[in-house]
C-alpha cells in the first residue's frame, strides 16, 4: 500500500509503537495494516466520502480538506474534476476504477456500504 514513512511513524504513535522503523513498511503485513488504518482515518474525517478520502489517502488529508471545502462553498461534495493535481485525480478514477471490478468478480463476498 501507499504509506509513506511519516505517515506511518504518525499511525505507529497512535495506535502505540514504540518500535516503528521505514523499513518495517516493506514487511506486507505491517504494511497492509498501516495502510487500512489510514484510509479508516481519512474516511472518517470526511465522514465517508469515497472521493475525498480515496485523494486525501494519495495527496494528504490537509490539501483534500481544502479542495473539500472549496467543493461545499459551490454547493457540493467533492468531485474528480474539482481535483487540481492530475496524479491524484487519475489516482482516484483507478481506485473506484478497481472497486467497481472487485465488486463485479467478487459479488457478496464484499460490504455494499460506501
Request: aromatic share 10%; hydrophobic share 40%.
Amino acid at each position: 500500500m501507499q504509506v509513506l514513512p511519516e505517515t506511518a511513524g504518525q499511525i505507529a504513535r497512535e495506535t502505540g509503537g514504540v518500535a516503528f522503523v521505514p523499513e518495517d513498511l516493506a514487511d506486507p503485513e505491517v504494511n497492509v495494516r498501516y495502510g487500512t488504518y489510514y484510509l479508516r482515518t481519512v474516511l472518517d474525517q470526511f465522514t465517508g466520502d469515497t472521493v475525498a478520502a480515496i485523494a486525501a489517502y494519495n495527496a494528504g488529508a490537509g490539501v483534500v480538506q481544502e479542495w473539500v471545502d472549496e467543493a461545499h462553498a459551490a454547493g457540493h461534495d467533492l468531485r474528480i474534476p474539482d481535483i487540481p493535481f492530475p496524479e491524484t485525480r487519475a489516482y482516484v478514477r483507478s481506485v473506484l476504477e478497481a472497486r467497481k471490478v472487485y465488486r463485479q468478480t467478487y459479488g457478496d463476498r464484499l460490504p455494499r456500504s460506501s
